[in-house]
């Protein structure tokens, strides 16, 4: 077990371009979510799909993000058109429903800075 | 909708003394669970403890328990014999199960030899 992995680590982009992260969960893991978390914050729950069907949305993300995890392993989160008050750490966390208490297990993120 | 509050932004204790760190949970779902976590500052997000809100014991991982009062609405953890390593932020967060987490704003603790 090699643990969730996240790529890349760190992204700098210019304003108004497009940007895509992975993440590989636990392979067992058939539930993975994706948060952001800006500096001396706790994480922001974004997204979370359970295999490969999205189920729940915040309202935090808006039309400019989107997700997939096409065949309920990796995920993908996009943001189009990026703009500075995007620039956080992009965290992806999977869980299993084995577990007693569905527990996360997170990757090391991705930081993006928007210049 | 839920809730994490911790309203100590920042904490000190001694190497080898034990300290509260507190959380504090609104909650509408019956059925719902704790947890803590560390984020030392390389990052990461380790997952210390889990409370199930029908469990009746306090649960315990090693060093670390959870005191949890479910009238008063509290979960907060317990670290004893505090470490140098034990240093980072640490998060409370609550979870209907599954569907959502929602984690608090965190407490950053330094450990002070």
């Known amino acids: 077990d090699t643990g969730v992995s996240q790529d890349p680590r760190h992204k700098i982009t210019k304003r108004g371009q497009n940007v895509t992260f992975r993440c590989d969960p636990i392979s067992e893991h058939n539930r993975l979510y994706w948060y952001r978390q800006t500096l001396g914050q706790g994480p922001e729950f974004l997204t979370y799909?359970?295999?490969?069907?999205?189920?729940?949305k915040s309202r935090l993300l808006s039309d400019r993000f989107s997700a997939e995890r096409p065949k309920g392993s990796f995920s993908t989160l996009e943001i189009q058109r990026t703009e500075q008050g995007d620039s956080a750490m992009y965290l992806c966390?999977?869980?299993?429903?084995?577990?007693?208490?569905?527990?996360?297990?997170f990757g090391p993120g991705t930081r993006l800075t928007v210049t | 909708a839920q809730k994490i509050t911790q309203t100590q932004p920042g904490m000190f204790v001694q190497e080898k003394e034990a300290v509260t760190l507190d959380c504090t949970y609104d909650t509408s779902d019956q059925s719902y669970g704790l947890f803590w976590y560390k984020q030392p500052s390389s990052g990461e997000m380790i997952f210390l403890i889990y409370?199930?809100?029908?469990?009746?014991q306090n649960a315990t991982e090693g060093r670390y328990s959870l005191n949890f009062q479910k009238a008063r609405k509290s979960a907060n953890l317990v670290i004893s014999a505090s470490q140098l390593g034990d240093s980072a932020m640490y998060f409370c967060a609550i979870t209907n199960y599954g569907q959502n987490f929602v984690f608090g704003p965190g407490t950053r603790l330094s450990v002070l030899p």
């Open positions: 409370q199930g809100s029908y469990d009746e």
């Open positions: 799909f359970q295999n490969e069907a999205q189920l729940e």
């Open positions: 966390a999977s869980s299993s429903l084995l577990g007693e208490g569905y527990e996360q297990y």
